[in-house]
């Protein structure tokens, strides 16, 4: 079998092995592939592994020996499933694995937006506190979460890992989940309730034709001035235009967001220069040990098709 890595670069920037990949078969890594060259690097392989590459019906149809494609992330939307089945070419994906990791950036991200610590690092920097007449100052308020409210949107198993760690630092929880029947903690909510009570919003669900842009002015009107919003999940469930002018009309107090709707963004994002808006390159999900387990399961994938026995097939 040939194998292919079309982008494995985020994946894997050296600090992880191939070697176990090679055990199922002949492999060729490609650290990034441009959109023209897909097709001829794929052409002769068997098995592809993708992450943000987008095979459509054109591509598959292109690539006679095509088998197994092999997500190497929890969203596939980058793939034609419907063309994929039609040609016979099994599609899988890799669920849950950064579960711990992308909530533990959500919490990174909500205590930048209340404690401000990269603010006061730079102070202390710019020599700030070496010139101050005080023991200790702060450039900005800070926020204490215990018995704040937090708005979880979406309960997957990061949602309620979040939920999870909310309830550590004593929050209340709210959820809106559009599967969830019942909580472990917490109280399901409406999405408009959710985002009218909560003090901080942070978003975890699944981009779908019901959740692009839904978090717009709508929703945005309803938060407190006081609350923030925080989203590690897909950028294009935000409105960015609304988000930006709330932010910079000072309509809620600020925004931290793993991820925009186009990535790399363009220049010209007003999220990029939106007031009290913090910004990381989509990097919830990029832990030495989320990335480990993302290639251990993506092997197991492609190992469990070559026995017969599919598993995580998403088409």
């Known amino acids: 079998m040939k ?5 494995g670069h985020t994946l894997n920037p050296g600090d992880l092995s191939w070697q176990p990949l090679e055990e199922l078969g002949q492999l060729e890594v490609y650290a990034r592939t441009p959109h023209d060259q897909v097709v001829s690097r794929a052409l002769e392989a068997d098995a592809l592994m993708i992450n943000k590459v987008k095979l459509t019906a054109k591509e598959m149809g ?15 939307d980058n793939v034609d499933l419907k063309a994929a089945s039609e040609q016979g070419i099994t599609v899988t994906n890799i669920p849950a694995y950064g579960t711990v ?24 920097n710019d020599k ?20 704040k409210t937090i708005g979880v949107m979406g309960y997957g198993a990061i949602g309620k890992k979040v ?3 909310a309830a550590a630092f004593g929050m209340h929880v709210l959820v809106h989940s559009q599967h969830a029947t019942h909580l ?18 942070s978003i975890h669900a699944s981009l779908s034709p019901e ?37 910079n009309d000072g309509k809620i107090a600020g925004a931290a967001l793993d991820v925009l709707s186009k990535e790399p963004p363009v220049p010209d994002n007003p999220l990029l220069t939106a007031q009290n808006c913090i910004v990381t390159p989509h990097i919830s999900w ?19 098709y070559l026995k017969g026995a599919w598993v995580n097939v998403v088409n």
């Open 3 to 7: 194998i292919v890595v079309l982008d």
């Open 62 to 76: 292109q690539l006679p020996d095509l088998k197994y494609i092999g997500v190497t992330a929890t969203g596939f």
């Open 101 to 124: 990791s992308v909530a533990q950036h959500t919490f990174a991200l909500i205590l930048e937006l209340t404690n401000k610590v990269g603010l006061h690092d730079k102070s202390v």
């Open 128 to 147: 700030e506190w070496v010139q101050n007449a005080d023991f200790s100052y702060f450039k900005a308020p800070l926020v204490e979460l215990e018995s």
């Open 163 to 165: 939920c999870e760690i």
């Open 184 to 201: 472990k903690a917490g109280k399901l909510v409406s999405l408009e309730e959710l985002f009218r009570q909560a003090d901080v919003v």
């Open 211 to 247: 959740t692009l842009g839904v978090v717009d002015k709508k929703l945005l009107d309803l938060m407190k001035p006081t609350a923030f919003l925080v989203n590690t999940s897909r950028g294009a469930i935000i409105d960015e235009a609304d988000l930006a002018a709330h932010l």
């Open 286 to 304: 990029v832990s030495r040990e989320a990335r480990q387990r993302l290639m251990n399961r993506a092997v197991d994938n492609l190992g469990m």
